[in-house]
């Protein structure tokens, strides 16, 4: 989606109500600097809000995600159009997320690594090397949690047995055996435990 397109868009139908920024905001219960946000194409309106906005400026929301007024002959491929750009951008978004995972899972087994060698090679021997090893363990888990709320965030989990596609909890996900992103998990289609590979598209 454009949002400098967007933003120009409802700037257009807002100066058409006779309205500005601040009466519009208002209208919303929000502050007239989000109006100004959309209008620069700095963000888009929270969903939230979008159906009151489209209201207000006699709009629809597919002419609001669109950024331009749409006819009727051409509001079938429009919507076309719109679902495949809100698919690729779902998509980057989860390739992002992805990516931002495994960064995190890198940088911290580094860590972790040169940590222990420190502690093996330059602290002497005694409760004090045991303390520290622990200690790198527990720094290192923080952050692979975080990665696992990402992993789970993103995608599904394919079953082996059934092929369908499981979005397990964080719960169930941390709880379950796993080998990398390929986790043991119980399949609500076919009821049976197998090891499920994690799948991005889902």
Known sequence: ?????????????????????????????????????????????????????????????????????ISMENQNQKNEELLLEMSKELERKNKTIWNTMWVIMGVCMLGLFAGLFAVAHFMPE??????????????????CFYALKLEVSVGAYKCKNCGHEIVPTYREALWAMHCGTTRHLKCPACGKRTWCKKVIKK
């Open 126 to 143: 005694g409760p004090w090397q045991l303390v520290a090893i622990l200690g790198l363990c527990v720094v290192f888990l923080i952050p």
């Open 1 to 69: 989606m454009d949002q400098i397109k967007i933003g120009r868009f409802i700037a257009e139908c807002r100066k058409q109500k006779e309205l500005t920024q601040a009466q519009l905001a208002e209208r919303l219960g929000i502050t007239d600097k989000a109006v100004s946000k959309w209008e620069r194409g700095l963000s888009l309106p929270d969903s939230s809000i979008m159906l009151e906005l489209c209201a207000l400026l006699g709009i629809t929301v597919n002419e609001l995600l669109n950024g331009e007024e």
